[in-house]
C-alpha cells in the first residue's frame, strides 16, 4: 500500500471504525459514504470524504432532504465526489427518512437503538425496508464502523481495545 493511502486508512481504522457516533448527521453522513462505496474501494470514499462534507451541506439531514433537482444536478457534476445519480438519488431520499424517523424516535440514533440487538442479517432486512441503496455489504459495514455490530477490530488490536472503553452497542447483547 503507497504511504499517502496506508495514512489515510490507518487514519480512519485508529479514529473512527467502530467507534460509536452520537451525532445524528454523522451517523447518515457515514451511511452515505458506505453507500457511495458500493463497488468501489474504501480508500477512493476516504480520499473523497472531504469533498462529500462540501458537496453534501456538511451532512446536515435537514438540508440534504431539502435537495431539489438543481442540486441533484449540482451534485452529479461534483467531481469531489462519486457522480451516480442512484447514489446521489437515495441519499436525498434517505434524508428525508431519517427526518420522519426523528420525528418518530427522537434521533436516528434513537431509531438505531430500538432495532438493537439484531444480527446483520435481521438488520439488512430493516434497512431494505426503511432506505434506499442499503444491501447486505453496506449495511454490514455501516453497523460495524458506528459500533453497532462486532468486527470492526480483532480482539488483539489496540485500537479495538478504546472502541471498547466507547460501550459500542454490541456489547449490549
Not at 459514504?33 to 476516504?46: P, R, V
Amino acid at each position: 500500500m503507497a504511504e499517502p493511502s496506508r495514512s489515510l486508512h490507518q487514519k480512519y481504522h485508529d479514529y473512527h471504525y467502530g467507534f460509536p457516533i452520537h451525532d445524528d448527521n454523522e451517523l447518515f453522513g457515514r451511511l452515505i459514504l458506505e453507500i457511495n462505496q458500493a463497488g468501489l474501494s474504501w480508500e477512493t470514499i476516504l480520499k473523497k470524504e472531504d469533498g462529500f462534507r462540501k458537496a453534501y451541506d456538511n451532512f446536515n439531514i435537514s438540508k440534504i432532504a431539502a435537495y431539489d433537482e438543481n442540486d441533484r444536478e449540482r451534485l452529479l457534476s461534483d467531481p469531489g465526489i462519486i457522480r451516480n445519480r442512484l447514489k446521489i438519488n437515495a441519499a436525498i431520499e434517505n434524508a428525508k427518512t431519517v427526518l420522519l424517523l426523528q420525528k418518530e424516535y427522537g434521533s436516528f440514533e434513537k431509531w438505531l437503538e430500538s432495532h438493537h440487538p439484531k444480527t446483520k442479517e435481521e438488520w439488512v432486512k430493516i434497512f431494505k425496508k426503511t432506505f434506499r441503496f442499503t444491501g447486505g455489504e453496506i449495511v454490514g459495514e455501516f453497523l460495524m464502523s458506528i459500533g453497532f455490530l462486532k468486527g470492526a477490530h480483532a480482539d488483539n488490536c489496540p485500537i479495538g481495545k478504546q472502541v471498547l472503553q466507547q460501550q459500542p452497542m454490541w456489547l449490549n447483547t
